[in-house]
């Protein structure tokens, strides 16, 4: 209860020292005619301590001189008849009176400045209304969006400043896409008509092209049997499987992936056995299938390497008590430390696995690469065991001497508490194989970028 009492003392003081200093500074910006840094002083010392009294007097007192000054620019640029300028000068003041809003603090904002802003962002926007829909019919698309979404953003609803902005984004987009089209660049294609749907769901008849352009650039791969080049058994199956998996869950719409499933049925239509596919019939049963290529590829390596246990003897001290009387005759234990010695552990393991990835074109018979990919994972412990009482157990400093730090101490208690057996075995394999997998998936997608432009 008194620690908490304290804690919360001690937090409100620093609190309170913060505010003050932050007032103080903002005094002297003040006297000193920074009239706009003293606000932000005032401001941070408000979010220190927002019933500081101080602080709310002086935000209101510098903060209604820079709101002053915005409002003072806005007449300016009224009288310059510069609207654009106004506006700006306008959205500014009314911005900062809702910041210092936020810290509790009313400025005065008079409301005829509210009235006379709209005058002049409504004749504004009239103005360039028909500045936006003569670059429309001069058919310069970049101008014209601009101008019709700031419309939208002064005055929303504004005619049909929305409708017009919609069309002078997808209308460039659509004729562009169309071209795309054209020459086949169907992901080209297919990326402007998102662009243009997630813009206007109904804009001409772009849902129908994007289907179009997937369904066109669709690229079907026909994933064939991996073959083992390891000492590692079944290593391959395991493989192919995380690799299917991988590539069926990619996110470009263009790949699309034959399943082991499917190509067996495939292949017992046409009385062969995978297992005896020989290069010539692997691209007939691609030709089958649809498909644009096969993928085959031969795990050329699969290794697990563990070292042997290192053990190391460490120098340490064990805190113990001891009684003692003091001068008024009162008990009291001091604490001593005692030498002592623990042993120290550390071992680790890795796996590393090599996989050729090929990938063959059914249009050409040619190899569209032929790359090497390959993955390394380790795992190592390394942790404390002592005889005693570990919450006794100090490390031993650079001077031989007891290190009572507290870096020193939580060290130890996390050796001591350290994980002390390997990941298994086969678990590593497994989490290797899946590793790899990402990267045969990630070798693809890269692949399919330069196949479907």
């Not at 984004?169 to 662009?195: G, I, Q, V, W």
């Not at 199956?237 to 690799?243: D, I, M, Q, V």
């Not at 680790?348 to 050729?356: K, L, Q």
């Not at 590793?435 to 998936?441: Q, S």
């Amino acid at each position: 209860m008194c620690f908490a009492l304290g804690l919360f003392l001690s937090m409100s003081i620093t609190s309170c020292n913060g505010a003050k200093a932050y007032v103080k500074k903002a005094y002297k910006l003040e006297e000193a005619g920074m009239h706009e840094q003293a606000a932000v002083h005032y401001m941070t010392a408000l979010g220190k301590k927002p019933d500081n009294v101080d602080a709310h007097i002086g935000l209101k007192r510098t903060g209604q001189i820079v709101l002053s000054r915005h409002l003072a620019d806005f007449d300016e640029a009224v009288l310059r008849n510069d609207r654009e300028s106004a506006i700006s000068s306008f959205q500014k003041a009314d911005s900062y009176n809702n910041t210092v809003a936020n810290y509790g603090v009313t400025l005065a904002f008079p409301a005829e400045k509210r009235t006379q802003f709209e005058g002049v962002k409504n004749a504004h926007v009239q103005e360039i209304y028909v500045e936006g829909s003569k670059h429309l019919e001069n058919l310069e698309y970049d101008e014209a969006l601009v101008i019709f979404e700031e419309i939208e953003d002064l005055v929303p609803g504004y005619k049909d400043a929305k409708q017009l902005g919609d069309f002078c984004y997808c209308k460039p987009r659509y004729d562009n896409a169309k071209e795309f089209m054209k020459t086949e660049m169907y992901r080209s294609a297919h990326n402007l008509y998102t662009e243009i749907l997630a813009r206007d769901g109904d804009f001409e008849n772009s849902a129908d092209l994007l289907q179009e352009s997937l369904d066109k650039g669709k690229y079907t791969i026909a994933l064939m049997k991996f073959e083992n080049g390891s000492n590692r058994n079944n290593v391959e199956t395991k493989l192919s499987a995380y690799a299917e998996q991988q590539l069926m869950n990619s996110s470009d719409p263009f790949l699309t992936i034959v399943d082991r499933e499917s190509l067996e049925l495939i292949l017992q239509e046409q009385h062969l056995e995978l297992s005896g596919l020989t290069s010539g019939s692997e691209l007939e049963i691609g030709e089958i299938l649809g498909a644009k290529a096969i993928l085959k590829g031969t795990v050329m390596d699969c290794s697990y390497n563990k070292t042997s246990p290192q053990q190391q003897r460490k120098n340490g001290f064990e805190k113990y008590k001891v009684e003692k009387i003091n001068s008024e005759g009162k008990k009291y234990y001091e604490t001593k430390y005692k030498p002592v010695y623990y042993w120290e552990y550390s071992q680790s393991a890795d796996v590393r696995m090599t996989f050729n990835i090929k990938m063959i074109s059914m249009k050409t018979g040619q190899i569209i690469t032929s790359e090497t990919v390959s993955t390394t994972l380790t795992d190592q412990v390394r942790y404390a065991n002592y005889g005693g009482n570990n919450n006794d157990l100090v490390p031993s400093n650079f001077s031989g001497n007891a290190d009572t730090s507290t870096s020193g101490r939580n060290n130890l208690r996390q050796l001591l508490g350290a994980r002390r057996d390997l990941k298994n075995k086969n678990t590593m394999i497994d989490n290797a194989t899946q590793n790899l997998a990402g990267k045969i998936k990630t070798e693809i997608e890269s692949i399919m970028l330069q196949e479907v432009r």
